[in-house]
């Protein structure tokens, strides 16, 4: 039987761990790489309209949104309106006004007061940009944005697979319709 004090320590102890090492990774390939995304920049922050809710600061989109792709319990209305796309933060098209986060305060739209919510989406965002979750394939992030994405990557053995994922960042992308890796030009 597992005790929720065990799950709580892992939780704590993968959160460290993110930000000790993976979170430093992620942050340095973006930096190498010119990457730019929302989800890191200044402007962005908390909206008071729904709970892990998102705004732009500058103005430039006016609708809210959540941070990260997929269907998660914690995003409630997201996932249960079903009409609406609404293209993750992370996956938006920055504008001109894009000030990236410092190195320690990178991930600061990503904590969350629930140390589950903090780690579920560490754990995206590690699934996302390392193509591993966890030590494992991030196969349920496409399967809670398309179910699609998962039974053609199942159908061809790729989930049963012990190394990263390059697919999964440039197929949630073509989900949204989205450019992947936006950069800036300096």
């Known amino acids: 039987m597992i005790r929720l004090s065990d799950i709580l320590s892992d939780d704590v102890a993968y959160k460290r761990g993110f930000l000790a090492t993976t979170g430093r ?8 790489s010119y990457y730019v995304s929302c989800a890191f920049c200044l402007h ?3 909206s008071s309209c729904h709970k892990h809710c ?3 600061r500058k103005g430039t989109y006016k609708e809210c949104g959540p941070l990260l792709p997929g269907t998660f319990e914690f995003y409630g209305f997201f996932s249960d309106e079903s009409d609406t796309d609404i293209t993750p933060w992370v996956l938006k098209t920055p504008c001109t006004g894009f000030e990236r986060l410092p190195l320690k305060k990178y991930f600061r739209n990503f904590k969350s007061f629930r140390s589950s919510v903090t780690a579920a989406n560490y754990e995206t965002v590690e699934g996302l940009f390392m193509g591993i979750s966890r030590g494992k394939r991030p196969c349920h992030i496409c399967a809670s944005v398309n179910i699609d994405i998962y039974k053609e990557c199942s159908l061809k053995g790729e989930c049963a697979k012990k190394h990263s994922c390059s697919r999964i960042i440039r197929e949630i992308s073509n989900k949204y319709q989205v450019v992947s890796n936006m950069v800036i030009l300096n």
């Open 54 to 56: 998102f705004i732009c």
């Open 44 to 46: 962005l922050g908390r």
């Open 25 to 32: 990774r992620i942050y340095q390939m973006h930096i190498n």
